[in-house]
């Protein structure tokens, strides 16, 4: 069964800023584009960021100049920096693996942010 396993979540003050981590097996790790997505109550689930197994990133236009994904390819996990955060970041956060070897996609269980003065 693979698991996909988030930290890092929590309440925030806008401005502030919070690390997310991601953990897997190094079998699914080191063969997937990991990324992170986040779902609002009510609201459909969107990409943040991808980061590939050579590191190649992108970025949802909201992430860009605020979040960086990274990936520690010996330990097996992806990060997320999010700083400058604002209350519209408020949301579930959760980590994926598309592994290219079946083409599946795992999730994780998700990690809440709130981001509130």
């Known amino acids: 069964q693979v698991q996909l396993v988030e930290s890092g979540g929590g309440l925030v003050q806008p401005g502030g800023s919070l690390l997310l981590s991601c953990a897997t097996s190094?079998?699914?790790?080191?063969?997937?584009?990991m990324g992170w997505y986040r779902q609002t109550p009510g609201g459909q689930r969107e990409l943040v960021a991808t980061?590939?197994?050579?590191?190649?990133?992108d970025y949802a236009d909201f992430a860009k100049g605020r979040f960086i994904i990274s990936r520690d390819n010996f330990a097996n996990i992806m990060y997320l920096q999010m700083n400058n955060l604002k209350p519209d970041d408020s949301a579930g956060y959760y980590c994926?693996?598309?592994?290219?070897?079946?083409?599946?996609?795992?999730w994780g269980q998700g990690t809440q942010v709130t981001v509130s003065s």
């Open positions: 994926s693996a598309q592994y290219r070897v079946t083409n599946n996609r795992y």
């Open positions: 190094s079998a699914i790790f080191r063969d997937s584009t």
């Open positions: 980061i590939t197994t050579g590191g190649s990133t």
